[in-house]
């Protein structure tokens, strides 16, 4: 069986679409009050997002295991590594899951005022 390879572009939409998130929504209004600055933060956290998504297409050219970042530190570092950015990948999509739901609510509240 022939495994599928993730390109750039693929890793890329990962990449925004977790990086996006709530903060579509939330960070406009944050940084607003800092003016153009803010459009700053916006290119350096694009660029970070793309230059994350092309490492991650890299490494699956490199490392044609399942598992992602998991695969990844596995193969370079050993299995203890590979364990704890698991247990931190893991861990952060939950707290990332809880912010993306406070955003949510958030957003509806001048729907539903308390």
């Known amino acids: 069986m022939k495994q599928a390879q993730i390109g750039f572009w693929p890793a890329a939409a990962l990449v925004a679409g977790n990086m996006i998130g709530s903060?579509?929504?939330?960070?406009?209004?944050?940084?607003?009050?800092?003016g153009q600055l803010s459009l700053l933060g916006w290119l350096v956290s694009g660029t970070g997002a793309l230059l994350l998504a092309y490492t991650f297409a890299r490494l699956s050219r490199l490392i044609t295991t399942n598992g992602g970042p998991y695969a990844y530190t596995r193969a370079a570092f050993g299995d203890f590594s590979g364990f704890v950015v698991a247990w931190g990948y893991w861990i952060s999509l939950w707290t990332g899951n809880a912010a993306i739901a406070i955003?949510?609510?958030?957003?509806?509240?001048?729907?539903?005022?308390?």
């Open 23 to 34: 903060g579509i929504f939330l960070l406009p209004a944050t940084l607003a009050v800092f």
């Open 103 to 114: 955003a949510f609510v958030a957003n509806l509240t001048p729907f539903f005022p308390t």
